[in-house]
């Protein structure tokens, strides 16, 4: 287990719903990267964050959002959500010291939009 | 664009056999080529990873063989056994491993 854990391990929403997923991270980490993994395809990076800010963001509209809070939780938020937002969405935890190498991935939150 | 490219898709090794996954990349500012191994439910547990100053590096039945001009890597798995049965994917990044481009998967089964 690494331990990063993720709530909740399975959603249904409809479509302009807003879901917000949460991550707890390892403790000590001070960074949390968010991807998103479409059926049959590999994560794709949504956003960085490091110490509470932005640090980062893959190709993704600005209606998914994040935070990041001082026990280094966080959480995901996606506004108006559309079908093709269904996916399993990972959060991962590291340590950033002089970059970041070892990412500790969570389980993931399976959402499913209708 | 796709800038990290995995092939094939899927894989079937026997007991005891080779498995061999291919990536290439294009840009030429990633620095650290990581594989990660996924389970079903799981979510991708860092295997083994390179950096471009070293062509090859072994960790137990795990070798990746890196080609700086070619722009390309790739996972050996000896012995393969049937609990290495998972789909694996390559990535790359710059210093940033958490800002990390992954190919698309290779679904690995060992068959006993």
């Known amino acids: 287990e690494t331990g990063v854990t993720q709530s909740p391990t399975h959603l249904i929403k409809t479509r302009g719903q807003q879901v917000t997923l949460r991550c707890s991270s390892q403790s000590g980490h001070n960074t949390v990267s968010w991807y998103q993994q479409a059926l049959g395809q590999g994560p794709q990076f949504i956003f960085q964050y490091y110490r509470e800010e932005e640090n980062g963001r893959g190709n993704f509209p600005p209606r998914f959002s994040g935070l990041q809070f001082p026990n280094y939780s966080s959480e995901l938020n996606v506004n108006a959500l559309e079908l093709d937002d269904s996916a399993l969405y990972l959060c991962?935890?590291?340590?950033?010291?002089?970059?970041?190498?070892?990412?500790?991935f969570g389980p993931g939150t399976r959402l499913l939009v209708l | 664009q796709q800038q990290v490219k995995q092939s094939p898709q899927s894989l079937i090794v026997q007991k005891g056999g080779i498995s061999i996954i291919n990536c290439a990349y294009e840009n030429t500012a990633f620095d650290y080529f990581p594989w990660y191994q996924q389970f079903p439910g799981k979510g991708p547990a860092l295997l083994i990873a390179?950096?471009?100053?070293?062509s090859e590096k072994k960790e137990g039945r795990f070798t990746i063989s890196f080609n700086k001009s070619a722009k390309q890597f790739s996972l050996h798995i000896m012995d393969s056994q049937p609990g290495d049965s998972a789909t694996y994917f390559c990535a790359a990044s710059g210093t940033n491993a958490g800002k990390s481009t992954f190919g698309d998967g290779t679904t690995l089964t060992v068959k006993p």
């Open positions: 991962a935890s590291s340590l950033s010291l002089a970059g970041v190498e070892t990412q500790y």
């Open positions: 390179i950096r471009p100053d070293v």
